[in-house]
């Protein structure tokens, strides 16, 4: 089975502080994901890994960046966390060797900043 | 532009009756089509997809999925809902490279 780990579930920071977010998957994707979910909007993509060291923005990249040195992992950076930041964030990966591969999840990080 | 929608915030079915969750997405290009489900504090667990051929996938937990390309809707079906399937479900659609459209989820309420 495809296991994805956050390295939290529960986060609480403070304004201005740098958060850092960590998503490993055991299964060698090569496409990892960060996406932030709130109620009434569903997953809106923050950014996307195609392969190591490889990104793209998702829709809503301001205020966040990303780092993938090494194909397991995929950490989301918040440079100075903002109230409006509070948020679940859910990390997936997938194996991009078929078009209509699924994504897989991990638990979620459940962010509070104040 | 690509979107997927899902009209109702929240279903609420009685134990054993059938449950629909419905699901539109646009009609540019022909999207790969995913049902997944997420229970309290939990990540999104995937349930079915739709590829190509038959119209009607069958998916984890007893779930279906009927496509319907006239009316551009993937909606999934139970023929007997479970308290248990009490949970938030999204459709997501899939049009290229790696880019995937969520819906903004329905909770379905399963009451005994």
């Known amino acids: 089975d495809v296991k994805v780990t956050q390295s939290s579930r529960y986060l609480v920071k403070r304004t201005g502080e740098k958060v850092f977010l960590e998503c490993v998957q055991d299964m060698d994707h090569e496409n990892m994901f960060w996406y932030r979910q709130d109620p009434g909007l569903g997953l809106r993509l923050i950014y996307f890994s195609y392969d190591v060291k490889m990104k793209e923005k998702g829709d809503i990249p301001e205020g966040y960046s990303v780092s993938r040195e090494k194909k397991e992992r995929f950490s989301l950076i918040l440079e100075s966390a903002s109230t409006n930041q509070t948020s679940m964030y859910l990390c997936?990966?997938?194996?991009?060797?078929?078009?209509?591969?699924?994504?897989?999840f991990g638990p979620g990080t459940r962010l509070t900043v104040l | 532009a690509q979107s997927v929608a899902q009209p109702e915030d929240q279903v609420n079915v009685a134990e054993g009756n059938p449950l629909t969750v419905k699901c539109t997405y646009s009609v540019s290009g022909n999207p790969y089509l995913f049902w997944y489900v997420q229970y309290p504090n939990r990540g999104l667990q995937f349930l079915l997809k739709y590829i190509t051929g038959d119209n009607l996938v069958k998916g984890s937990y007893g779930f279906e999925a009927e496509f319907n390309k006239s009316q551009t809707s993937f909606h999934l079906k139970k023929p007997s809902a479970l308290v248990s399937d009490s949970a938030l479900y999204f459709c997501?659609?899939?049009?290229?490279?790696?880019?995937?459209?969520f819906g903004s989820g329905t909770k379905l309420n399963v009451k005994p």
């Open positions: 997501a659609a899939k049009y290229n490279f790696n880019k995937f459209y």
């Open positions: 997936a990966s997938r194996d991009n060797r078929s078009p209509y591969n699924e994504q897989f």
